[in-house]
């Protein structure tokens, strides 16, 4: 797929990233061409889209089926206080477009499902998971590994996140299959044993600081830098201002 040059207006914009030999020109081509799926435009979906536009995604899709509520704003910071009673997906779009007009939009107002998800993730070259609940998360990861896609997975609640990237289909060094999110989390954990956002609260600058995390693992992934969260799981704990590192693998 040829992608056309970049133009004066979008060297400009993204020199920062242009002088950098890691990413340079070529690289900034690469996210010009990518194509990112975001699940959610809620809490991490905000800062992952808000940073992936201004980086120059060329397309990002968002899968949402919710609306804007007061009680979204003291975390998910795409939206204000005007986009309340309007749809999360249209919301978000309209913010991506004040942000960067290079970036083209698809919405998907659904919710994803074990029926639908392969049909959606199938189009876009990575995918974000800023969802809040297991069933969601299950489906998305089996829909992931089974259509090659790379899934950068997040989780946030009260002061604690963890992030991770999935990349099953592929192999390491050592010739093992890179762990998926069922090597992580087998099964789900029974209903109420893991509370809610809205039932346990949550920071709002958490979600930043994990979406944040999730949009440069996205970022690293199109550009082919860095080592990816690949068999990695983050945690991080805001209380103790502290992160760790606890490595996973397949038992294949």
Known sequence: MNTPALSDEELERYARHVVLP?????GQQKLKRARVLVLGAGGLGAPVLEYLAAAGVGTLGIVDDDIVSLSNLQRQIIHDTGAIGQSKGESAGAA???INPHVTVELHT?????ENAAEIVRDYDVVVDGSDNF???YALADACAAEKKPLVHAAVGRFDGSITVLMPFAKGADGRPHPSYRDLFPEAPPPGLVPSCATAGVVGALTGVIGTLQ?????KLIAGIGEPLVGRLLLYDALGARFDTIRYRSPA
């Open 215 to 219: 949009a440069m693992e996205t970022i």
């Open 22 to 26: 890691e990413i340079g020109g070529p």
């Open 110 to 114: 659904l919710r994803l499902t074990v």
């Open 135 to 137: 069933e969601t998360r």
């Open 96 to 98: 991506i477009a004040r």
